[in-house]
């Protein structure tokens, strides 16, 4: 059974430049042997990530996020079965929100500055679609 979580997380207050290079180096080596898909966003020190998987493999992903220091303020913002994968095509795609138009944001929040802990689950998966169709996703497999 397949399943899609997304989450929200801080960087953590110690979490040099180099977590984030990490974080996408370890996702990208070790999420295809687990069936995990999915796509990073990042900007000014916030995550808003989502998985796509086998429920196992997803659940025991997030809960090893959950307990990474290089994580703070984690929140589960959407979890539910799916039909079929929308990001299939990325063991991790990241996003730079900071180089993106500031409109996009806009369209789905209240200021353009990221804030995924005020966006509804539903806001934030249309948004992670509309960056997949304006090709804002990098770095595939």
């Not at 997380?9 to 295809?32: C, E, F, M, T, V």
């Not at 995990?36 to 997803?58: I, M, P």
């Not at 984690?74 to 079929?84: C, F, H, K």
Request: aromatic share 6%.
């Amino acid at each position: 059974m397949l399943v899609r979580l997304m989450y929200a997380s801080r960087a953590a207050a110690d979490a040099g430049p180099d977590a984030l290079a990490a974080i996408i180096r370890q996702s990208r080596a070790g999420n295809p042997a687990n069936g995990v898909t999915g796509v990073l966003c990042h900007a000014q020190g916030l995550y808003l990530q989502v998985l796509e998987g086998g429920r196992g493999a997803v659940n025991a992903l997030y809960n090893r996020i959950a307990a990474d220091p290089r994580h703070s303020q984690v929140e589960l913002l959407s979890y539910g079965e799916i039909g079929e994968r929308r990001f299939a095509g990325w063991a991790m795609g990241q996003v730079d929100l900071a180089r993106l138009n500031p409109s996009l944001l806009l369209k789905y929040a209240e200021t353009t500055t990221l804030n995924p802990y005020a966006m509804t689950g539903a806001a934030s998966l249309a948004l992670f679609e509309d960056l997949m169709a304006t090709a804002s996703i990098v770095c595939s497999p």
